[in-house]
T-cell receptor, first 115, second 112 residues
Framework: DADVTQTPRNRITKTGKRIMLECSQT?????MYWYRQDPGLGLRLIYY???????NKGEISDGYSVSRQAQAKFSLSLESAIPNQTALYFC??????????????FGPGTRLTVL | KQEVTQIPAALSVPEGENLVLNCSFT??????LQWFRQDPGKGLTSLLL?????REQTSGRLNASLDKSSGRSTLYIAASQPGDSATYLC???????????FGAGTRLFVKA
C-alpha cells in the first residue's frame, strides 16, 4: 500500500465551486506539504505544516486554505475555484527527526480541472 | 530569491548511452539538493539527496554531484535503459530542508 495517498485522483469542477483535496500518510512523518505543478514549470509550494498546530503559507497560498486534521491528514481547499487553478496537485511528507536531510515523499497527485 | 534551472528541457538518447542532466541554482546557501524522478500519472520518487556538506551521492547507475560555489548539480546516468524514460527534477532546499524550490525538469526518452 502507498505511504502517501491523495483523493480524489482526478476532479473536474466548475468556476466558483468549493473543492477539497485530501492527503493521508502512514509514514508517521510530522511535516506535510501541498504543491501544485503546471506544465513547463516546477512544483510550487502552496502550504506546509510542521505539526497539527503549525501551518504556514508557501509561495502561492492565495485562493487556497488548508486543514491539518491529524498528524496523518492534511487537506487543501479551494474556496471558490477559478480556471487558473487547473493543475496537478501533490501532497508530500517529511520527517524532521531522521537526520537524513529530510527527504520529501510524494503522493501520486490529483489532477484538477476547473472549467 | 532562489531560482532553479534545468537544461536541457528534453533529451532523447539511444539505449546504452551514458548521459548527464544539469541543474543550476542561483543561491548557494542551500540545505540540500535532491533529484527526483516523475513518471506520468505518478508522484515524484526521490532518487538522490546531497547534503550541503557533501559533494556527491551514488545509487546504482546514478551519480549526483553538487558544486555549491558554482551553483550547479549534475545527475549522471550510466548505461541508460528504456525504463529510465521519465521526467527528472532537481530541487534545492533551504532552512532545514522544508522550503524547496524545484526546477521545471528534464524529460528523458531512452530509445530501445
Amino acid at each position: 500500500d502507498a505511504d502517501v495517498t491523495q483523493t480524489p485522483r482526478n476532479r473536474i469542477t466548475k468556476t466558483g465551486k468549493r473543492i477539497m483535496l485530501e492527503c493521508s500518510q502512514t509514514k508517521g512523518h510530522d511535516r506535510m506539504y501541498w504543491y501544485r505543478q503546471d506544465p513547463g514549470l516546477g512544483l510550487r509550494l502552496i502550504y506546509y505544516s510542521f505539526d497539527v498546530k503549525d501551518i504556514n503559507k508557501g509561495e502561492i497560498s492565495d485562493g487556497y486554505s488548508v486543514s491539518r486534521q491529524a498528524q496523518a491528514k492534511f487537506s487543501l481547499s479551494l474556496e471558490s475555484a477559478i480556471p487558473n487553478q487547473t493543475a496537478l496537485y501533490f501532497c508530500a511528507t517529511s520527517d524532521s527527526q531522521t537526520g537524513r536531510g529530510r527527504t520529501q515523499y510524494f503522493g501520486p497527485g490529483t489532477r484538477l480541472t476547473v472549467l | 530569491k532562489q531560482e532553479v534551472t534545468q537544461i536541457p528541457a528534453a533529451l532523447s538518447v539511444p539505449e546504452g548511452e551514458n548521459l548527464v542532466l544539469n541543474c543550476s541554482f542561483t543561491d548557494s546557501a542551500i540545505y540540500n539538493l535532491q533529484w527526483f524522478r516523475q513518471d506520468p500519472g505518478k508522484g515524484l520518487t526521490s532518487l538522490l539527496l546531497i547534503q550541503s556538506s557533501q559533494r556527491e551521492q551514488t545509487s546504482g547507475r546514478l551519480n549526483a554531484s553538487l558544486d555549491k560555489s558554482s551553483g550547479r548539480s549534475t545527475l549522471y546516468i550510466a548505461a541508460s535503459q528504456p525504463g529510465d524514460s521519465a521526467t527528472y527534477l532537481c530541487a534545492a532546499a533551504h532552512t532545514g530542508g522544508f522550503k524547496t524550490i524545484f526546477g521545471a525538469g528534464t524529460r528523458l526518452f531512452v530509445k530501445a
